[in-house]
Nanobody, 122 residues
Framework: VQLQASGGGLVQAGGSLRLSCIIS????????IGWYRQVPGQERVPIAS???????NYGYSVQGRFTISREGAENVVYPQMNSLKPEDTDVYYC?????????????????WGQGTLVTVSS
C-alpha cells in the first residue's frame, strides 16, 4: 500500500494550498481517511477526516479554515487549506483512522507515506 501526499509548498500567511492524497495498492475503501500533521515531540495527529460517504470532520484548530473532499468512495482526498498561519507549518500526511499497519513477525507497525511539507511565512 502506498500513501502519497502532495501539494505542499511555501505560502505566505493568509494564503491557501490545495493538497492531494492518494492511497493506492489496496482494494479496500478506507473509511475514514484522515489528514494528519506531525506535532513536534508527539505522534502524528489527525486534524481532519472524511468518510466514504463524504462526511467531513474537522479538528478545532482547522475548523472554518480547512476543508476536505473525497472522490466518491475512492481513496483519493483533497484537503484545502485556507487562511494559513505560520503555526500551520508542518509535514502533513494522509492515512486511515486508525492508521494502516503492516505486520512483520507478528508485530504491527503503522504504515506511513513521506508526507508533504507546508511552510507558511509570516
Amino acid at each position: 500500500v502506498q500513501l502519497q501526499a502532495s501539494g505542499g509548498g511555501l505560502v505566505q500567511a493568509g494564503g491557501s494550498l490545495r493538497l492531494s492524497c492518494i492511497i493506492s495498492g489496496t482494494t479496500s475503501n478506507i473509511n475514514p481517511i484522515g489528514w494528519y500533521r506531525q506535532v513536534p515531540g508527539q505522534e502524528r495527529v489527525p486534524i481532519a477526516s472524511i468518510s466514504i460517504g463524504g462526511i467531513p470532520n474537522y479538528g478545532y484548530s482547522v475548523q472554518g479554515r480547512f476543508t476536505i473532499s473525497r472522490e466518491g468512495a475512492e481513496n483519493v482526498v483533497y484537503p484545502q487549506m485556507n487562511s494559513l498561519k505560520p503555526e500551520d507549518t508542518d509535514v502533513y500526511y494522509c492515512n486511515g483512522i486508525p492508521p494502516l499497519v503492516v505486520v512483520s513477525d507478528g508485530t504491527e507497525t503503522a504504515h506511513w507515506g513521506q508526507g508533504t511539507l507546508v511552510t507558511v511565512s509570516s
